[in-house]
C-alpha cells in the first residue's frame, strides 16, 4: 500500500475490524513478513508491532516520498477457537490517515464449529498470502 511520508521517524497504524458475526480473533500480524519499501523497491528497516486489531509499522524515511507497506495477517491463531454463527466472517483493514486504504476478506468456515481444523486456518493463511502476494508494492505500483 502506498504512503506519503515525511523524511525522519514514521507510524503507520493498520486497523483490523471483524464486521460480521460473533468471531472476536483478529488475525496476526507477522512481523518478518512486513516490509517498507522506497519508491526504488529499496527495502527499509521497519518494525512491526500488533496489539489486538492494531498494527503499527514504523519506519525512518531518509526522505519525504512515496513509501510502500507490505504487512502480512496470518489466520492460523484462529485455530482452535470456536466457529462462528454465521460461518462467514469479514475483516476489514484501513491504515489509518491514507485514503482509500480500506481492503476486505472473508472467511468461511464450510464446517460445523466443531469441526474448524488447523487445515482450514493454514488454506486460508495461504489465500491470504497469495492475494497478498498478487499486490506485492514494487510489482503493482512501478
Keep these: 500500500m502506498p504512503v506519503t511520508a515525511p523524511a525522519g521517524d514514521n507510524f503507520f497504524t493498520i486497523m483490523q475490524a471483524i464486521t460480521t458475526g460473533d468471531f472476536d480473533t483478529f488475525f496476526a500480524a507477522t512481523g518478518n513478513g512486513s516490509s517498507v519499501f522506497d519508491s526504488n523497491c529499496v527495502s527499509l528497516q521497519r518494525t512491526a508491532r500488533q496489539s489486538g486489531d492494531t498494527t503499527t509499522i514504523r519506519f525512518n524515511a531518509p526522505a519525504a516520498g512515496t513509501y510502500f507497506i507490505a504487512t502480512n495477517f496470518d489466520a492460523r491463531n484462529t485455530v482452535g477457537e470456536p466457529g462462528p454463527n454465521p460461518t462467514t466472517v469479514h475483516y476489514e483493514f484501513t491504515t489509518t490517515g491514507v485514503p482509500n486504504s480500506t481492503y476486505w476478506v472473508s472467511t468461511v468456515s464450510g464446517s460445523p ?5 488447523s487445515r482450514q486456518s493454514a488454506i486460508a493463511s495461504l ?3 497469495s492475494a497478498s502476494s498478487r499486490v506485492f508494492p514494487c510489482e503493482q505500483f512501478r
Design 113 to 117: 464449529r466443531s469441526a474448524r481444523t
Design 127 to 129: 489465500i491470504i498470502a
